[in-house]
């Protein structure tokens, strides 16, 4: 058990519709990242804040959304959803901030399916 | 060109084989060089990291790394069943970015 839980498990939406997934960190861990892994472009990084700052941005797109609270969980809002946005969807956390290995804990993910 | 490639597999070997996962990357600032074991439906875990060129070992476990070429390597010695899952690279540069490769399945036949 990495220490990082993610809510919920499984997730079955229709196109169009908006979810949101919750990610808490591990205790003490300022820096949330959030993963988007499919099977054809493997794992995508997608956002990362630290203590409740937006810090990198990468392959997320703009009805993608997150937000990092002062207790420093996270969530992932993702709008307009389509087919194409179904997948795994991981956060990950870390105590860094950068100037050295960053090593990311990862939680157990969230199973996104759009039909 | 892709900052980081991995031949994806799938890779299945008989119990007690040499296992041999490989990546290569693009851009030279990169520093750190990491591998990753996922296994199947949970999230991924580090397995070992290397900092620059060299090799560094962890038991059944080495990574190495030659920046010259640009190559990442992790060997598993006396692979177990229990190795079975899937190996990403990931390798970080001088931000706190991870880039990873697209992860190679390995299954390991008892």
């Known amino acids: 058990d990495s220490g990082v839980t993610q809510t919920p498990k499984h997730l079955i939406t229709a196109t169009g519709q908006r979810v949101t997934l919750r990610c808490s960190p591990r205790s003490g861990d300022l820096s949330v990242y959030w993963y988007q892994q499919s099977l054809d472009q493997g794992l995508q990084f997608l956002i990362h804040y630290y203590n409740g700052e937006e810090r990198a941005k990468g392959n997320i797109l703009e009805r993608f959304s997150a937000q990092q609270f002062p207790d420093l969980h996270s969530e992932l809002n993702l709008s307009s959803l389509e087919l194409g946005d179904s997948a795994l969807y991981f956060c990950?956390?870390?105590?860094?901030?950068?100037?050295?290995?960053?090593?990311?804990?990862f939680g157990p993910g969230t199973r996104l399916l759009v039909l | 060109q892709k900052e980081v490639e991995q031949d994806p597999g799938p890779l299945s070997v008989p119990e007690g084989a040499i296992v041999s996962l490989n990546c290569t990357y693009s851009n030279s600032a990169f520093q750190y060089f990491m591998w990753y074991r996922q296994y199947s439906r949970k999230g991924p875990e580090l397995l070992m990291y290397t900092y620059s060129s060299g090799n560094k070992e962890d038991g059944r476990f080495t990574a190495q790394v030659d920046k010259s070429s640009k190559y990442i390597s992790l060997f598993i010695r006396d692979s177990q069943p229990s190795d079975s899952a899937t190996y990403l690279c990931a390798i970080q540069g001088g931000s706190e970015k991870l880039v990873f490769g697209k992860g190679t399945k390995l299954t390991v036949n008892p």
């Open positions: 990950a956390s870390s105590p860094r901030l950068a100037g050295g290995l960053e090593t990311q804990y």
